[in-house]
């Protein structure tokens, strides 16, 4: 009685599911699913490696640096980065007079309790990065976890930056409607291949003050390594924590096989 | 219950002797994990996964209160009480990845800990009681993980609250309602994310007691074996400790080696990029899905593509996903094969390695896809196959099979002969 129901139940769910597959490979087999635009131009990030890539990476603070520079005087016009605090900056090798300096240069809305106003103050360095008036087309989003939040982040956003280029002729002949519309840009990296981002780096932008040549390539790079510092500024900390912990726990597991080994050396099982 | 050849506790030291007469804990932690508590000898790996899902479920507890001490169920700040945990407090990077890293440790554990009971017939009698307990204890796991992936309110968060309590609405002429009443309102905001933290804090330490009475269930009949035959005499078994805890000890070892080296060094590999964007009720992600050990059972959910008769295509998928793991409480009877090992079963041996196995690679797979054919059409023979292995095929192969002879014995079994067992354990 029990096997009985059981089967019954049992074929309930299966014949349902046949009915589903009949279905479903009828209509994917009479009316194939159209290529779309996104599907076959869309592009995986560039191979560009970092020096934080890797169990043994750490950051290059030199690098950093240049790309926060990139950051304050190109991305910053659009993009926030509310979760990084200017103190964090120390931690990239700025000491804290220039902590101090950084954190004036920025205007810092602050609610007054005694008239209930929002002024704006300087920046000091226990502040956020405050957030940024943008009036443009499309919502740049905040960068402080940009690279988190995309797959394989950092080669990214650095594709995305040196992405842009002419919408490929062939696209236009196979999917005329997928024209990149007015105040869009055409860039493969992106998802849906058109984003309200014009191309931000151009040579020469900014001036290093390490006299590296400011490349859009240098740059997009520096930045993008900026990017995964701000989305993870305990990274190599985190790394270097790793070993000395692997390291006790082999030799503990290996401690811990030779008394396994012992204790049952004349049992046989 | 145990074997008549279990050491009995002695307490030696004059505190011990007067705690014993008292409230003799150190005799309940000496039958059921010391020397008093005897277990076969044969146990193979597989049998350190109890052990070792135990020490996930201390991990989750320990790293979710000392992260809960810094978090606020508000979903305006949520997203930021997590960032800021991770950047700002002591060690709360290590919280937060060893939590989220540890979620899944304990699903591929607890995974092992089930197909290690699908192919050794733990389930059967008279362990009935473990596995229905553990089935409980699996059931509050997801919707412990469920609530806690909400929390840190991201676009997963949201949208992945969305759609399972979306799945209530499925529910003829009450779905409606029920859904709003789960959710404290139309769609998750404050309300569902405070009672999600609510219900998250809470709901472990109903799987402690749960697990509790999973173990003290186990200790009656005792542990099986992968030979499945049970314990005649002394020779069959040896003591838990030292045995038994040397041998759970080197696999923690292995256990911790593996699980740190995702922590320190991959902590976001089997996470979702989208979920460090914050919640976000206006723009939908491009793929929903949940965390991956979900994905065999949202694989189901979505195989259902057409209607049945008068049920929704979606009914049936909420009746599936719930069904595919309901039918788990009903192994026991559904196989009846009085041979518990699969290694005496050639024919359900070969349902499980090339059926059951197979068919589960495939949902993990599909559930983690885009929505899109041919993974549809795959999951759905896949999720046919699921269905027909417990209820058509596990009932037709256990009353048609012929099994393989056993061995006389769990010692005949290791040593080729067995000279002292006797025929029945005398109790
Ligand atoms: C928090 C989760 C769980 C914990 C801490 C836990 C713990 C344990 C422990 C310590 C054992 C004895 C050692 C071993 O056989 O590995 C055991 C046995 C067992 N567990 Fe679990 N368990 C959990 C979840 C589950 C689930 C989800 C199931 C099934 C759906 C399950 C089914 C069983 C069965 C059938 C046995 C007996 C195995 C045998 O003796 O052959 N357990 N469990």
Redesign the interface.
């Known amino acids: 009685m029990a096997r009985i129901l059981s089967i019954l139940v049992g074929l309930f769910f299966t014949v349902a599911l046949a009915w589903s597959l009949g279905l479903g490979f009828y209509t994917w087999a009479t009316e194939p699913a159209q290529p779309t635009a996104e599907h076959e131009f869309h592009e995986h990030p560039k191979h560009v490696s970092f020096a934080s890539d890797g169990p043994f990476g750490t950051f290059d603070k030199q690098q950093l640096q240049r790309g926060f520079q990139v950051y304050q005087q190109v991305c910053a016009a659009c993009h926030a980065l509310k979760h990084v605090a200017f103190r964090d900056l120390e931690k990239i090798g700025y000491n804290e007079p220039e902590v101090k300096a950084i954190a004036a240069q920025f205007q810092i809305p602050k609610y007054d309790e005694m008239t209930g106003m929002v002024e704006t103050v300087e920046g000091t360095p226990t502040d956020y990065f405050p957030p940024v008036m943008y009036a443009g087309q499309g919502s740049p989003p905040d960068l402080s976890l940009i690279t988190k939040a995309r797959h394989d982040g950092g080669p990214y956003v650095y594709s995305l930056l040196t992405g842009y280029q002419d919408q490929p002729a062939e696209l236009l002949e196979h999917f005329p409607d997928a024209k990149t519309p007015d105040g869009l840009y055409y860039n493969p990296y992106f998802p849906n291949l058109n984003l309200a981002m014009p191309a931000p780096l151009m040579e020469d932008m900014v001036t290093y003050s390490d006299g590296t040549p400011a490349t859009v390539d240098q740059m997009a790079k520096d930045v993008s390594a900026f990017l995964i510092w701000t989305a993870e500024p305990t990274m190599d900390k985190r790394k270097q924590t790793g070993w000395p912990i692997l390291g006790f726990l082999l030799f503990a597991t290996i401690l811990g096989y030779m008394s396994y080994r012992n204790i049952w050396a004349n049992k046989k099982h | 219950m145990s074997f008549p050849w279990a050491k009995q506790y002695t307490p030696s030291h004059p505190f011990m002797k007067w705690m014993d007469e008292r409230l003799p804990v150190p005799r309940l932690v000496y039958n059921a994990v010391g020397g008093g508590y005897e277990v076969p000898?044969?146990?193979n790996y597989f049998w350190n996964f109890g052990f070792l899902a135990g020490l996930c479920l201390v991990l989750q507890i320990v790293t979710g209160i000392v992260m809960a001490m810094h978090y606020a169920a508000n979903t305006e700040v949520a997203f930021?009480t997590i960032?800021h945990t991770?950047?700002d407090v002591n060690w709360g990077?290590?919280m937060r990845?060893a939590h989220a890293n540890g979620a899944s440790a304990f699903f591929v554990v607890i995974y092992v800990h089930i197909f290690r009971g699908f192919y050794f017939g733990s389930y059967k009698a008279p362990r009935e009681m473990v596995w229905l307990l553990g089935v409980v204890i699996f059931l509050l796991m997801m919707a412990t993980a469920f609530m806690g992936y909400v929390l840190p309110w991201g676009q997963m968060s949201f949208w992945g609250a969305k759609v399972i309590t979306g799945l209530f609405s499925a529910i003829p002429l009450v779905g409606e309602p029920l859904q709003q009443w789960l959710l404290g309102g139309f769609a998750p905001d404050n309300a569902a994310l405070n009672r999600f933290f609510s219900l998250h804090y809470l709901l472990p330490f109903v799987i402690v007691g749960v697990v509790i009475l999973h173990i003290w269930a186990l200790h009656i009949p005792g542990s099986s074996n992968p030979t499945g035959v049970e314990v005649k005499s002394e020779s069959d078994t040896?003591p838990f400790y030292?045995?038994y805890v040397?041998?759970d000890?080197?696999a923690?070892?292995?256990f911790?080696?593996l699980y740190?080296?995702m922590?320190?060094?991959a902590?976001?590999y089997l996470g979702h990029?989208?979920n460090?964007?914050p919640a976000n009720p206006m723009s939908t992600p491009?793929h929903i899905v949940p965390e991956w050990y979900f994905w065999p059972f949202y694989a189901i959910l979505r195989?259902?593509?057409?209607d049945?008769f008068f049920?929704p295509?979606k009914l049936?998928g909420v009746l599936?996903m719930f069904?595919a793991i309901l039918v788990w409480f009903?192994l026991p009877?559904?196989d009846?094969s009085p041979i518990r090992s699969s290694s005496y079963r050639p024919l359900y041996k070969k349902f499980f390695w090339f059926g059951l196995i197979p068919t589960m690679a495939v949902l993990f797979y599909c559930g983690g896809a885009a929505a899109?054919?041919?993974y549809?059409?795959i999951s759905?023979?896949a999720?046919?196959y699921y269905?027909?292995h417990?209820?058509?095929i596990l009932?037709?192969v256990s009353?048609i099979e012929k099994p393989k002879p056993l061995p006389f014995s769990i010692t005949e079994a290791?040593?080729g002969k067995d000279e002292d067992a006797k025929l029945e354990p005398s109790a």
């Open positions: 000898r044969n146990l930021d960032e991770v950047r990077w290590l990845y040896v030292p045995y040397a041998k000890g080197w923690i070892g292995v911790a080696i740190c080296a922590v320190f060094f902590p976001n990029p989208d460090y964007i491009a195989a259902f593509t057409q049945f049920i295509a049936m599936a069904g009903f009877w559904l009846k899109e054919e041919p549809v059409m759905q023979i999720a046919l269905f027909a417990f209820l058509i009932p037709i009353a290791v040593l």
